[in-house]
């Protein structure tokens, strides 16, 4: 199975805790997005990785957030003091190239976080 | 700023039947267009997609096309199944707005047999 893997699948934390969520992504894809989805609500995009290029974080919604890539490979993704309205579920997508140019992107089954 | 407007569900068809589910959106420059798909306990996969006006993606019986003067990317399908029964996520993207995608919220279709 080569597709795009993340984990945990599942994580509760405690309000005020910090989360590390992990993703990796297919191999050879140079492209790497985080997006958020709360209960009943689209797709919010979060941060994107292309190669070596600097990430465009346009999306964090608050400097809590932070997200890494080691090259073309793992990236993790972390949530500082983490505050109830974080619960959502986080996914990650892969691609070959940008998004702009109408690659497609490969979606991982996602974390569902719950902050209590 | 680009954004994508899907219409709201959720939708309740009966097998066989028409289904149309609408997309518009608002973009600067020539974006790329595509449905997205969600099964129950799945993750999102591609339905179909189309790169330039008046493209037609295609996948499963599902079709939509790339219409450009009205801004629209309406999902059709003659008859659907009750295994079509999922969330479609219409999108975009545009290499001029930062290679990011734009995702409607979502429109839930329920097929019953």
């Known amino acids: 199975g080569a597709g795009v893997s993340q984990s945990p699948s599942n994580k509760v934390t405690e309000k005020g805790k910090d989360v590390e969520l992990r993703c990796d992504p297919i191999s050879g894809h140079t492209a790497l997005y985080w997006y958020r989805q709360r209960l009943g609500q689209g797709l919010e995009f979060l941060i994107y990785f292309q190669g070596n290029s600097a990430p465009d974080k346009s999306g964090l919604p608050s400097d809590r957030f932070s997200a890494e890539r080691t090259g073309e490979s793992v990236s993790t993704l972390t949530i500082q003091r983490t505050q109830q309205e974080d619960s959502a579920v986080y996914l990650c997508?892969?691609?070959?190239?940008?998004?702009?140019?109408?690659?497609?992107?490969?979606f991982g089954p996602g974390t569902r976080l719950l902050v209590l | 700023g680009d954004s994508v407007t899907q219409m709201e569900g959720p939708v309740t068809l009966s097998e066989e039947a028409f289904l149309t589910i609408n997309c518009t959106y608002t973009a600067t420059g020539y974006p790329s267009l595509f449905w997205y798909v969600q099964y129950p306990g799945e993750g999102l996969q591609l339905l179909l997609k189309a790169t330039k006006a008046d493209d037609k993606g295609s996948n499963k019986g599902f079709e939509a096309t790339y219409r450009k003067e009205t801004t629209s990317f309406h999902l059709e399908k003659g008859s659907v199944q009750v295994s079509d029964s999922a969330v479609y996520f219409c999108?975009?993207?545009?290499?001029?707005?930062?290679?990011?995608?734009?995702f409607g919220t979502g429109t839930s279709l329920t097929v019953i047999p």
């Open positions: 997508a892969s691609s070959l190239g940008l998004a702009g140019v109408g690659e497609t992107q490969y």
């Open positions: 999108a975009l993207s545009a290499y001029f707005t930062g290679n990011q995608f734009y």
